[in-house]
């Protein structure tokens, strides 16, 4: 080597003699690993150099992907791979580029496997087996009929890539359904749910025919029964290996691993050498590590037949599956194009073969094409023919103004913390839960889904453990005993909800939904400490209320919570309503009056009224403002701890003044999030507005520097969907 260059030489034969007239013949090669630069003297070319080359390849393909991605997405298409060749990706190949991408699809598969949950196989119902089964059976049945009767037209030569074409058609890989179903942003929806819980199945019983349908093949042979002795003993030896030492020892690193801390950086590359080590086993005992010319126009024409085949015999097999399971038959189109959609699965299966030459470069282009047509029609189809928050159209009166004061009450109360739980249970101690007037609540403890594909709702009702740790837990304990504390009166229902953070509103809105709940109760994103200093701004957690926002099939509140701050102790809760007019502020009203049946609490309303009375609301919504606030007045003459006044305002900036007044008074201030743009009472307010999923005065109340102890409820009344 001189100044980083290695000397490239022709491949020579080298002959060593061993002991005994044994001799060791190998191939020898020096590779120019990397060049001295673009001022080095005899470089040459330095795509020469093996590393520099390796460099701009990895450019090249990540710039060309994203690139294409970013315009694809656009049309719900998925990520696909190009091929690219030119002099940046030599002819005789690149073992650099190739053992890179080989390592790649390794860890891809190792950590789409450790996402898989086996125990959901024992959990799904009848019709998650069901169509699991059947959509394999069916296919790798018809693929062997259609096989026998293809063998006499296809030339010899040709019958290894025919079989393989047709084995490769039968799969059904769960990380490629997984991750189609995270584009289409459906995971956490019914359909979502069945498919992955179908796909696991048809994962496993797919890949378990193709391993037994192998064998058989092998043992076949006359001279091959000792190898499939060999290979099957190794197996099984492989399968307990990863059961009784890898198992164990991940265990062991969880373990050790703080709740809520990342794992160390030595356990993840123990893990990486672990994930290597069994992936040689795994080659060495004959398995395969990964799941697993245009010139012969007739063969061509017969693969597109077979493609063609064999996605009509799965599409249809999970369709009749379906449909006989009773899913409706727009559901059972879409689940049935996700279940056969094709991704980086089937692609490597089929470079895997092409670089085993089972597949020429005409038949490998044929393949590849097939997986970018099947994948985007498949994201396409569904997308267009499975519509989530279309299951809540038609559904209304969902909200509080229409429950009765003496019915019961169905809150669905939501909570990533310990402090939301405890904030949540303030709010609904002061709901005034009693035996004319009781309380049913629903509590979803959201949890972060970290290491796995499948998304958990778990009933711990029925007995379901939650593994979401001590701190879920913690949460579970604190609701119980408010359930002891007003035993009769509550009812409290528990859910842990392990979903990725930008599904979690599915959870939420379905849980809503099946629950029949009037109000779903969400924690505000940002947390204040005793000093009233902002410890936590997640904008990840204010995206999921902002979507329970758009799809909630009943009311929402965001409870802005600081009960950490000081305040001088009460036994009176005071409660006020700012009430400007309109559907929202109506529903923020309804429910303080339901509060204020309660001796506890102490209600003021507010009304903020416009200096000219004939401005602002339609005719409708005045009559209707008009109605519940002579109601409040009427109730207020039978209740001392009812108060009912009216502020004149010019504009917003007055509404401004008497707003921060009002946040020393009280412990909760209760306020509607949506009103018309041409308020006059909040004019230039939602110029400032920085939050618009609380609303101008939410937002207002909401502010990071604001130290007061006061809380705050944003309140939403129900959308109402058409149908």
């Known amino acids: 080597m001189d100044d980083g260059i290695v000397s490239v030489e022709p491949i020579r034969d080298t002959r060593i003699e061993l002991p005994g007239n044994v001799t060791n013949d190998f191939c020898y090669v020096d590779i120019g690993l990397h060049s001295p630069g673009i001022w080095g003297s005899g470089t040459g070319n330095f795509l020469k150099f093996a590393l520099p080359?390796?460099?701009?390849?990895?450019?090249?393909?990540?710039?060309?992907?994203?690139?294409?991605?970013?315009?694809?997405?656009?049309?719900?298409?998925?990520?696909?791979?190009?091929?690219?060749?030119?002099?940046?990706?030599?002819?005789?190949?690149?073992?650099?580029?190739?053992?890179?991408?080989?390592?790649?699809?390794?860890?891809?598969?190792?950590?789409?496997?450790v996402k898989m949950d086996p125990r959901t196989v024992l959990r799904t119902g009848i019709k998650a087996w069901t169509i699991g089964v059947l959509s394999v059976?069916?296919?790798?049945?018809?693929?062997?009929?259609?096989?026998?009767?293809?063998?006499?037209?296809?030339?010899?030569?040709?019958?290894?890539?025919?079989?393989?074409?047709?084995?490769?058609q039968n799969l059904f890989p769960f990380p490629v359904i997984a991750s189609m179903l995270v584009d289409l942003k459906i995971m956490n929806s019914e359909l979502g749910r069945l498919a992955l819980a179908s796909a696991l199945i048809s994962d496993l019983v797919s890949n378990l025919t193709a391993t037994i349908i192998a064998y058989g093949r092998i043992g076949l042979m006359?001279?091959?029964?000792?190898?499939?002795?060999?290979?099957?003993?190794?197996?099984?030896?492989?399968?307990?290996?990863?059961?009784?030492?890898a198992r164990p020892l991940c265990l062991w690193i969880i373990q050790k691993t703080p709740e809520g801390k990342p794992v160390s950086r030595f356990h993840i590359i123990l893990m990486s050498l672990l994930v290597l080590v069994v992936v040689l086993l795994t080659d060495n005992v004959g398995l395969n590590?990964?799941?697993?010319?245009?010139?012969?126009?007739?063969?061509?024409?017969?693969?597109?037949?077979?493609?063609?085949?064999?996605?009509?015999?799965?599409?249809?097999?999970?369709?009749?599956?379906?449909?006989?399971?009773?899913?409706?038959?727009?559901?059972?189109?879409?689940?049935?194009?996700?279940?056969?959609?094709?991704?980086?699965?089937?692609?490597?299966?089929?470079?895997?073969?092409?670089?085993?030459?089972?597949?020429?470069?005409?038949?490998?282009?044929?393949?590849?094409?097939?997986?970018?047509?099947?994948?985007?029609?498949?994201?396409?189809?569904?997308?267009?023919?499975?519509?989530?928050?279309?299951?809540?159209?038609?559904?209304?009166?969902?909200?509080?103004?229409?429950?009765?004061?003496?019915?019961?009450?169905?809150?669905?109360?939501?909570?990533?913390?310990?402090?939301?739980?405890?904030?949540?249970?303030?709010?609904?101690?002061?709901?005034?839960?009693?035996?004319?007037?009781?309380?049913?609540?629903?509590?979803?403890?959201?949890?972060?889904?970290?290491?796995?594909?499948?998304?958990?709702?778990?009933?711990?009702?029925?007995?379901?453990?939650?593994?979401?740790?001590?701190?879920?837990?913690?949460?579970?304990?604190?609701?119980?005993?408010?359930?002891?504390?007003?035993?009769?009166?509550?009812?409290?229902?528990?859910?842990?909800?392990?979903?990725?953070?930008?599904?979690?509103?599915?959870?939420?809105?379905?849980?809503?939904?099946?629950?029949?709940?009037?109000?779903?109760?969400?924690?505000?994103?940002?947390?204040?400490?005793?000093?009233?200093?902002?410890?936590?701004?997640?904008?990840?957690?204010?995206?999921?209320?902002?979507?329970?926002?758009?799809?909630?099939?009943?009311?929402?509140?965001?409870?802005?919570?600081?009960?950490?701050?000081?305040?001088?102790?009460?036994?009176?809760y005071n409660v006020s309503v700012a009430f400007f007019g309109g559907t929202d502020d109506r529903e923020a009203l309804a429910y303080a009056r339901r509060m204020a049946l309660s001796p506890g609490v102490h209600l003021t309303v507010v009304r903020f009224v416009p200096w000219d009375i004939y401005a602002g609301d339609s005719q409708w919504d005045a009559v209707l403002d008009a109605e519940i606030l002579k109601d409040t007045r009427m109730q207020g003459a039978h209740q001392e701890n009812i108060v009912y006044r009216e502020e004149r305002v010019k504009d917003g900036a007055e509404t401004a003044l008497l707003i921060h007044a009002m946040e020393e008074a009280f412990d909760l201030i209760m306020v509607g999030r949506r009103h018309k743009d041409d308020t006059p009472q909040l004019l230039g307010l939602s110029e400032w507005n920085d939050l618009p999923e609380l609303g101008p005065v939410g937002d207002m109340l909401a502010a990071s520097d604001l130290s007061t102890p006061v809380s705050v409820l944003v309140v939403q009344h129900q959308n109402v969907k058409a149908i």
């Not at 693929?143 to 290894?160: A, K």
């Open 289 to 572: 590590y990964q799941y697993v010319e245009l010139y012969d126009l007739k063969f061509i024409a017969i693969v597109w037949l077979v493609l063609a085949v064999c996605l009509a015999m799965k599409l249809a097999a999970i369709f009749i599956s379906a449909y006989f399971c009773k899913v409706p038959v727009k559901d059972a189109v879409a689940l049935a194009f996700c279940m056969s959609s094709q991704g980086v699965v089937q692609m490597s299966f089929y470079y895997y073969n092409a670089v085993n030459q089972t597949f020429d470069g005409e038949t490998f282009s044929m393949l590849t094409t097939s997986v970018l047509i099947q994948a985007a029609a498949a994201n396409l189809v569904v997308k267009s023919m499975y519509d989530y928050s279309r299951m809540y159209t038609g559904y209304q009166k969902r909200d509080i103004q229409h429950t009765s004061p003496s019915s019961e009450l169905r809150v669905l109360s939501c909570a990533h913390r310990v402090d939301d739980v405890l904030a949540a249970r303030k709010l609904l101690e002061a709901s005034f839960p009693s035996k004319e007037s009781p309380l049913a609540v629903y509590a979803l403890h959201l949890v972060e889904l970290v290491g796995r594909a499948h998304p958990q709702l778990i009933d711990h009702q029925l007995g379901q453990k939650s593994s979401g740790g001590t701190r879920t837990q913690k949460m579970i304990e604190v609701l119980s005993m408010f359930e002891q504390q007003f035993l009769g009166f509550v009812t409290v229902q528990q859910f842990t909800a392990m979903s990725l953070t930008k599904f979690m509103h599915h959870d939420i809105c379905t849980v809503a939904f099946n629950k029949l709940a009037s109000l779903i109760l969400l924690p505000f994103h940002r947390k204040w400490n005793h000093q009233g200093k902002v410890i936590l701004d997640s904008s990840s957690l204010r995206a999921i209320n902002c979507d329970v926002l758009d799809m909630a099939p009943c009311s929402v509140a965001i409870l802005v919570d600081r009960h950490k701050i000081r305040r001088n102790p009460s036994s009176t």
């Open 137 to 168: 059976v069916v296919p790798v049945t018809g693929g062997l009929i259609v096989s026998i009767l293809n063998q006499q037209r296809i030339h010899r030569y040709r019958w290894p890539a025919y079989k393989t074409i047709v084995g490769i």
């Open 53 to 113: 080359r390796l460099q701009l390849q990895l450019v090249v393909i990540f710039t060309l992907t994203q690139s294409i991605h970013l315009l694809l997405r656009r049309f719900h298409l998925p990520r696909i791979l190009p091929d690219v060749q030119s002099a940046l990706f030599p002819q005789e190949g690149d073992v650099y580029l190739d053992l890179l991408s080989k390592i790649g699809y390794i860890f891809f598969i190792f950590l789409s496997g």
């Open 222 to 245: 006359g001279f091959a029964k000792v190898l499939i002795m060999h290979s099957s003993f190794l197996t099984f030896g492989l399968i307990l290996f990863i059961l009784f030492v």
